[in-house]
């Protein structure tokens, strides 16, 4: 269900910017989020059909006998629910980093305010990444033991991750002020 959500996010995300074949959404999504992480064409041309059933998409065939592609363009109602879907809370999970990702790389189509409110919402979830790694690594020290060192190395570098994406955050929110 969430990784349904999050690939719907992105999909419609990516055409409030322009139509798009599902082999170029494809690419995007793993330019956005790694090669690790990208919709399969097994999974997108089901969800493609899906939401254009729900009236979310309007695809078009384009091209010749040899090479047909499908042009997907995002409707009205597209919109809304692709509104509705950036002010759902991010669950929290395996995939929350992705969602926030996939969020702030559409952020463009919300108000400025609502922009520095989900940078917020990513500082909370990277301060408590912070902390968590605060937590562990105190207790580590505590316990001696060879596995723990090599906990402690893994802990510290996501550590390490939380606070360079605080301050990642931060300049963006400076940025955004100024635009």
Not at 83 to 99: C, F, R, S, Y
Request: charged share 25%.
């Amino acid at each position: 269900m969430i990784i349904e959500m999050m690939n719907e996010l992105y999909i419609l995300g990516e055409l409030m910017e322009s139509s798009k074949t599902a082999y170029r959404l494809h690419q995007s999504m793993q330019t956005l989020l790694g090669h690790h992480r990208m919709i399969s064409f097994g999974a997108i041309y089901p969800l493609f059909e899906r939401l254009e059933t729900m009236g979310y998409i309007k695809l078009t065939v384009k091209g010749h006998d040899k090479r047909l592609t499908k042009l997907s363009t995002i409707t009205k109602k597209g919109e809304a629910h692709f509104l509705e879907l950036m002010h759902e809370p991010v669950p929290k999970g395996a995939h929350t980093d992705d969602i926030f990702q996939i969020k702030l790389g559409s952020m463009q189509h919300l108000p400025l305010v609502e922009q520095q409110d989900l940078l917020d919402q990513y500082m909370n979830e990277q301060v408590a990444v912070a902390d968590d790694c605060q937590i562990e690594l105190e207790h580590l020290s505590q316990h001696e033991c060879k596995n723990h060192w090599y906990v402690a190395q893994i802990t510290q570098l996501r550590l390490c991750r939380a606070r360079v994406t605080q301050q990642w955050i931060r300049e963006l929110k400076i940025a955004l002020q100024k635009k």
